[in-house]
T-cell receptor, first 114, second 115 residues
Framework: GAGVSQSPSNKVTEKGKDVELRCDPI?????LYWYRQSLGQGLEFLIY????????KSGLPSDRFSAERTGGSVSTLTIQRTQQEDSAVYLC????????????FGSGTQLSVL | TQLLEQSPQFLSIQEGENLTVYCNSS?????LQWYRQEPGEGPVLLVT?????EVKKLKRLTFQFGDARKDSSLHITAAQPGDTGLYLC???????????????FGKGTKLSVIP
């Protein structure tokens, strides 16, 4: 497809379980971002990938969160031992090169932790 | 601490009315972006402003960046139901490095335009 694709669109899980969220960026975009949007809150930066550089993980809220990007394309955000406060919409975005470039967002994954 | 304050939080108006939403901060930003987000979708970029005092127009939408690059406004003329959505502002603190890609988002203004 032409846009950023995220899966699943919805995920309901039980507290303590691990979840994996997937992002397929726009082909050719070297920069990939993960943001979290909690109810009533602004988007919160989580992690940034740019080409082959080491990712900027400074926004990850705890060590239960991790992300990887394989082959400079698809990215997976993993949340271990989920907690109720992890419930949010997780948005992935990509841009052509990064650094003030236009961001293209996916539709997000709505995560609900029961 | 919320670095970007958006107001109003909610706005419900009749079709054809004009409106302005605001994005304010005590911090200086190198650039500021406005997005619109519809339910179940990701934000879509409307405009980026980079120069203090800059005004950009996009059809019925007028965006202004404050002279000091600490605030911005979005004015919609003759609002239409299709303008309904969540309007988000986002600021970049620099032109390179983390400040350029770690955008700071406001909480948004939820606009409803009633036919």
């Amino acid at each position: 497809g032409a846009g950023v694709s995220q899966s699943p669109s919805n995920k309901v899980t039980e507290k303590g379980k691990d979840v994996e969220l997937r992002c397929d960026p726009i082909s050719g975009h070297t920069a990939l971002y993960w943001y979290r949007q909690s109810l009533g809150q602004g988007l919160e930066f989580l992690i940034y990938f740019q080409g082959n550089s080491a990712p900027d993980k400074s926004g990850l809220p705890s060590d239960r969160f991790s992300a990887e990007r394989t082959g400079g394309s698809v990215s997976t955000l993993t949340i271990q031992r989920t907690q109720q406060e992890d419930s949010a919409v997780y948005l992935c975005a990509s841009s052509l090169t990064g650094s003030n470039e236009k961001l293209f967002f996916g539709s997000g994954t709505q995560l609900s932790v029961l | 601490t919320q670095l970007l304050e958006q107001s109003p939080q909610f706005l419900s108006i009749q079709e054809g009315e004009n409106l302005t939403v605001y994005c304010n901060s005590s911090s200086v930003f190198s650039s500021l972006q406005w997005y619109r987000q519809e339910p179940g979708e990701g934000p879509v970029l409307l405009v980026t402003v980079v120069t203090g005092g800059e005004v950009k127009k996009l059809k019925r939408l007028t965006f202004q960046f404050g002279d000091a690059r600490k605030d911005s406004s979005l004015h919609i003329t003759a609002a239409q139901p299709g303008d309904t959505g969540l309007y988000l502002c986002a600021g970049a603190k620099g032109n390179s490095g983390a400040g350029s890609y770690q955008l700071t988002f406001g909480k948004g203004t939820k606009l409803s335009v009633i036919p």
